[in-house]
């Protein structure tokens, strides 16, 4: 018996079942009902909050705001590289040629994963949202592909209310017709065996979420 199958022994020994024993029925108690939209304004609110008790910086943004946030955004972190998803929400907003007017310089979305990964900045839209746990759902396609989220220094999610879902339900119904999807809340963190939590180490270090109204 190799490792694999002592432990599974182990286990239905643990829980008193064979291999060919029934599957029991779901006890009520682990079903959750789905939870009730709020109206737009609350929704944006909870989702902004949430994000912000996760140490990212949110924003609610008019798009004659963008070209002043991005300045900010790009002083704060001192953003000299970047990499985007090529959508047309994002191209609608302009950001390549504001980012492009801050003195940005540009890196394919396709480029080797080195140089994603030197970015100091990945800009990405949401497909996604979720207020109460301030989740972001992110489909990964040729024209967004995930590393643009997860290998710069600093993600900036860009997105519109539209993106708002109050329960997970309808996206895992989408999720199955996509290969790929990443979930984000919050800044990459992790922890060692001494639960020293660290910011950064799989992940960018810094999150900004803007809701574009």
């Known amino acids: 018996m190799n490792a694999r199958e002592q432990i599974l022994a182990d286990v239905q020994i ?3 079942r064979k291999s060919d024993s029934p599957v029991a029925a779901m006890p009520a108690s682990a079903r959750v009902a789905p939870r009730p939209a709020g109206n737009r304004d609350s ?3 909870m989702l902004l909050s949430e994000i912000s008790k996760l140490g990212a910086a949110t924003g609610r943004l008019q798009k004659s705001e963008l ?4 300045g900010t955004l ?3 972190q001192k953003v000299e590289k970047a990499v985007l998803w090529k959508t047309e929400e994002l191209a609608a907003l302009g950001i390549a040629p504001r980012l492009t007017e801050l ?4 890196i394919s979305p396709h480029a080797d994963k080195r140089e994603i990964a030197e970015c100091d900045l990945g800009v990405t839209g949401v497909d996604f949202a979720f207020p ?5 759902m992110l489909r990964a396609s040729s024209d967004q592909p995930r590393v643009v989220s997860l290998l710069p220094r600093v993600h900036l999610a860009i ?3 539209a993106a708002l879902c109050a329960d997970l339900s309808p996206a895992f119904a989408e999720a199955k017709s996509s290969n790929y999807w990443v979930f984000i809340t919050g800044p990459s963190r992790t922890a060692d065996i001494e ?3 660290t910011i950064g180490v799989h992940g960018p270090k810094a999150l900004y979420a803007w809701v574009m109204e």
């Open 43 to 45: 929704e944006i609110s």
């Open 132 to 136: 109460e746990t301030g989740t972001l």
């Open 74 to 76: 790009v002083k704060e």
């Open 159 to 161: 997105f519109s209310p």
């Open 195 to 197: 639960l020293t939590v």
């Open 67 to 70: 070209k002043n946030a991005l």
């Open 103 to 106: 003195g940005v310089q540009f």
């Open 14 to 16: 643990a829980l008193h």
